[in-house]
Every structure is written in C-alpha cells, then in structure tokens.
C-alpha cells in the first residue's frame, strides 16, 4: 500500500509539534510582597503557585521607601540564581495579615503578605533587564484580608486590561478573576515590562507576581520544514 498524504500528515503534524513544544513557556520570576515587621511572622513563599514547580524560589519584597512611596530589588529566576534583572514598585506601602484564607495553607506566605493603595493612584511596578520587544505572561495575585469586603484591583500591561472580582473574601483556594489575574505584556526596546494598577473598589492589593515569556508562535519556516520533511518521507516511499 502506498503511503498517501492523509496517512503521512500525522508525520507532519508530528514534526510540527515537536517544533511548538520545544518552545513551551519556562518560568522566569516568582516574587511575594510583604511587611514582615507588621508583627506578622516573616515567611517567604517557595515552591508552585497556580503556576510553577516544587522548589521555586521566590524573591521577598520587603524593600520599601514610605516618603517615596516605592521599593525596588534585584531578583533572582526561580532556581534561586541572582539575575541583572530588577523590580521596582510603587504604591502607598507594604503590610501583612495573616486573617486570610489561605492562612493554613502552604500559600500563607504569599498571600499574607501585599503592596496596597488604599487612596490616589494609579501606581506601577516596572521590570528592566528582560527580553526587548518580547511577549510576557503574568500572573497576579490579589487578596485581601478576611475584614476586607469588597476589595477589587484594576491592572493594565498595554496588552491586557483585567479587574479583580472577588466574591468570596475567605477563599481558602486560587480562583481565576477573584483572587488572581492572568494578563499580557510586551517590553519596550530597553527589555522593560510595565504594569499599572489602581483601586476599582475600596482597597488595591498586590500579593505578588509570576512573570512568564511567552512562547513565540511558530514562524512559518517552522511549518515549511515540518511539511518539506513529511514530502521527502512521501517522495522516498513512492521510489
């Protein structure tokens, strides 16, 4: 029987895949804000959030100017090597509570712990040192504490635009619009990612961030090569 393309296109689709898949996403930069001198206990996140691995590590923002109003660190990727990468944050201050619903969790330390506005803003949290003109993920963390009714963040990247819809302030479990955002952002030519962030409603609070680069789509000399392979695999059958 002689191979047909309709039996050697899942040959191509194959050598296709392969060419996305090795493009996956890879984590980059995992990072918790907190005031560990609020009396509450000062426990860095590690490991996984909604996203991630056993072992991660997170970059503990405590670093923070009250008469400017902003803080600013150096981080380190996720496998705990210090990068020439840097955060800088804006906003009214940094606090901790524990009164949350996550507080017997393993995510106590990253939800405890926030950069707020409670008045004025919008605020903005940049980050130099990454890839120029290249598509970043990032996953928000947003929760405030178990008296906090009606607490809901708006936050911008340019390419995404997404307000935090809590209904459940005791949420003991990570809920996609309520107690996280996922948004998309793009760097400038220096390799600088920018994010905006203001009240929608009473308080805006920041937990942290899981900052991804997106994985490029395929250009189309990825699908010329897949195909080419799959008509030489034809071409060699048929002889």
């Known amino acids: 029987m002689k191979p047909t393309f309709r039996t050697l296109m899942p040959t191509a689709l194959l050598m296709l895949g392969f060419a996305v898949s090795s493009q996956a996403q890879t984590p980059l930069y995992d990072i918790q804000f907190a005031n560990p001198f609020s ?42 090597s210090l990068t020439s990468a840097t ?40 980050i130099t040192g990454l890839n120029a003109l290249s598509t970043y993920t990032i996953y928000l963390y947003t929760q405030g504490d178990n008296t906090a009714d009606g607490r809901q963040l708006a936050a911008t990247t340019g390419l995404s635009s997404l ?16 107690n996280y955002l996922v948004l998309s952002g793009e760097t400038d030519g220096s390799g600088t990612l920018g994010l905006t962030y203001s009240i929608a409603a009473d308080e805006a609070d920041i937990n942290g961030l899981q900052i991804f680069e997106a994985a490029p789509a395929p250009e189309p000399s990825t699908y010329a090569l897949a195909l080419a392979g799959a008509s030489l695999l034809f071409y060699r059958r048929r002889k």
Do not use: R
């Open 87 to 126: 955060i800088t944050y804006g906003g009214l201050g940094l606090d901790s509570n524990t009164a949350n619903g996550f507080s017997s969790t393993a995510y106590a330390g990253l939800m405890s712990g926030y950069l707020f506005l409670y008045t004025g803003g919008p605020a903005t949290i940049s």
């Open 163 to 178: 307000t935090a819809a809590p209904t459940d302030e005791n949420a003991s479990t990570f809920i996609a619009g309520q």
């Open 39 to 80: 009396g509450d206990p000062d426990h860095p996140q590690t490991g996984a959030a909604v996203i991630g691995s056993s072992g991660d590590v997170w970059n503990y923002a405590t670093n923070f100017n009250f008469t400017l109003n902003t803080g600013s660190m150096a981080l380190a990727n996720t496998s705990g």
